[in-house]
């Protein structure tokens, strides 16, 4: 319930078989996760993996960067791993300013299924994931040829309970799904959201998405929830300044992020 706040794990490797693993915090209760930056590479068995933080309860996550790699085999239903966390409880929660660099994989047995890959989190079922972004590859691979839902996603795998905001969010890194179920290939692969479930509309607002990183910006809807995500070319989404994303973006103009809009705080960080 305390705050962690400017550690950077520069590199190493994190190798676990368990239900919460993440770099910087498994599980943050009420807490506030800040400025903080994951090089490390982590990998193993288990259920919710994340870059930052595995399951985030009551708390915030702010201004946080993974660059590391992120592997999960599975070995439960309805798991998920995200460059930022892994689980979303169902409370109230926050998840502001953060970005994912590193590739997120999701390897999910034939006894598996309903898996989820994201850049930022793996579901959205009561909070708030706002200036966020994804530059990172998001993948899910099932090897389960029965299931027609697996999912992957640039921001956030499902958002299917209550009405959560999503806003100011972009995604420019590919979203794959292999998988031999034709009905799944590209049913909840989206490039901001893989599934919206029939609950009450969820407010997404100023989210942008790179054209061939995804088909559609959201994967599937259920209910009377409108796809109001906005495709754009490489010009134009580079183009893309506060004035679209909200005031904690910014032009990248000395490279840090290949000339892609970034957050301003990380003109501040001296890890840049």
């Known amino acids: 319930t305390g705050t ?7 590199s190493g490797t994190i190798e676990a078989n368990a239900t919460n693993v993440g770099a910087i915090c ?3 209760k009420g807490g506030t996760i800040e400025r903080c930056l994951n090089n490390a590479t982590i990998s193993g068995k288990g259920k919710y993996f994340a870059g930052i933080c595995s399951e985030v309860e009551t708390g915030m996550i702010k201004q946080c960067h993974n660059l590391g790699k992120v592997t999960l085999t599975t ?3 309805c798991v998920g791993a995200g460059g930022i966390y892994g689980h979303g409880n169902r409370t109230i929660y926050s998840i502001e300013e953060c970005c994912n660099s ?23 079922l009561s909070g708030i994931i706002s200036s966020c972004y994804n530059t990172g590859t998001i993948k899910l691979i099932s090897e389960n040829s029965n299931d027609i839902n697996p999912v992957s996603a640039g921001i956030v795998g499902q958002i299917g309970e209550q009405a959560s905001p999503l806003k100011n969010c972009y995604n420019e890194g590919e979203i794959a799904l292999e998988t031999n179920n034709e009905v799944g290939k590209e049913r909840r692969r989206g490039s901001i959201i893989g599934y919206v479930g ?10 942008f998405w790179l ?11 259920e209910g009377e929830q ?15 300044t506060e004035n679209e994303l909200g005031d904690a973006f910014t032009a990248d103009t000395i490279g840090i992020n290949n000339g892609y809009p970034i957050l301003k ?3 501040e960080s001296k890890y840049y």
């Open 4 to 10: 962690i706040k400017n550690v950077i794990i520069e």
């Open 26 to 28: 498994a599980w943050n």
């Open 75 to 77: 070995n439960g239903i």
């Open 102 to 124: 590193g590739e997120i994989a999701v390897i999910e047995p034939n006894a598996d299924r309903n898996c989820r890959a994201s850049g930022i989190g793996p579901e959205l």
């Open 198 to 207: 029939e609950k009450p509309q969820t407010i997404i607002s100023n989210s």
């Open 211 to 221: 054209t061939g990183t995804a088909s559609k910006g959201i994967g599937q809807i």
């Open 226 to 240: 409108s796809d109001t995500t906005i495709e754009k070319s490489v010009e134009e989404l580079k183009k893309l």
């Open 265 to 267: 705080w990380q003109l």
